[in-house]
C-alpha cells in the first residue's frame, strides 16, 4: 500500500505523533493512549536489538525526514479510523539520533474499546510506518578485529522481522 500525500492530512487532537531526539517513555505514550471508553490499549515498543543476521550491533542511527513522516503517521491513523471506526486514540512516537542497545526506538499505541481491534489497527501501524514513513537507520557493527563499520537502511527496505 502506498500512501498518497496529495491532500495532507490533519491529526485529530485526540491522537499524539512526534518524531523526536528525546528518550521514549512508555508510560507517557500509553497514557497518551488513554481513554474512558477504552476497553483495551495496544502498545508496540521496538528496540534496538544486539545483532541484525547475525552480526554483532552495537548502536543504530536514525534519521527522518520529519514533515513526510507526520504526514505518514497522521494518514495511519486516518487510516485505521476509517478501517475501525472505534478506535479512540492512535499514538506514534519514533526516535531520531544515535540510539544504544535496548533503546525503544519506536512505540505505536492504539486505545480502543475492544482487543482484537486494538491489536489489529497497533499492527496496521507499525506495518504501514515502516513501508511509508521517510525514516532511515544505520545499523553499526562492531569487527572481529573491533573496528566499527555501519550501512544505512531504509526501514522500509527491512524484511518483516526487521
Not at 4 to 12: A, G, Q, S
Not at 15 to 31: C, N, Q, V, W
Not at 150 to 160: D, K
Amino acid at each position: 500500500m502506498t500512501i498518497t500525500l496529495t491532500n495532507p492530512t490533519k491529526p485529530r487532537a485526540e491522537d499524539s505523533f512526534a518524531i523526536t531526539f528525546a528518550p521514549l517513555s512508555l508510560e507517557e505514550i500509553y497514557a497518551k493512549a488513554e481513554d474512558p471508553a477504552n476497553g483495551a490499549v495496544v502498545v508496540m515498543s521496538g528496540m534496538v536489538r544486539n545483532q541484525t543476521d547475525g552480526k554483532p550491533v552495537v548502536a543504530l542511527e536514525y534519521q527522518a525526514y520529519e514533515p513526510m513522516a507526520l504526514q505518514v503517521f497522521y494518514q495511519i491513523a486516518a487510516d485505521i479510523r476509517s478501517s475501525w471506526s472505534d478506535v479512540k486514540r492512535v499514538v506514534i512516537y519514533h526516535r531520531i539520533g544515535r540510539l544504544q542497545i535496548g533503546e525503544i526506538s519506536v512505540l505505536v499505541a492504539v486505545g480502543c474499546p475492544h482487543r482484537r481491534e486494538a491489536f489489529v489497527a497497533c499492527g496496521y501501524a507499525i506495518d504501514t510506518l515502516k513501508h511509508n514513513a521517510p525514516i532511515w537507520k544505520k545499523e553499526w557493527y562492531s569487527g572481529q578485529d573491533g573496528k566499527l563499520s555501519s550501512s544505512w537502511v531504509s526501514i522500509a527496505a527491512c524484511e518483516q522481522n526487521c
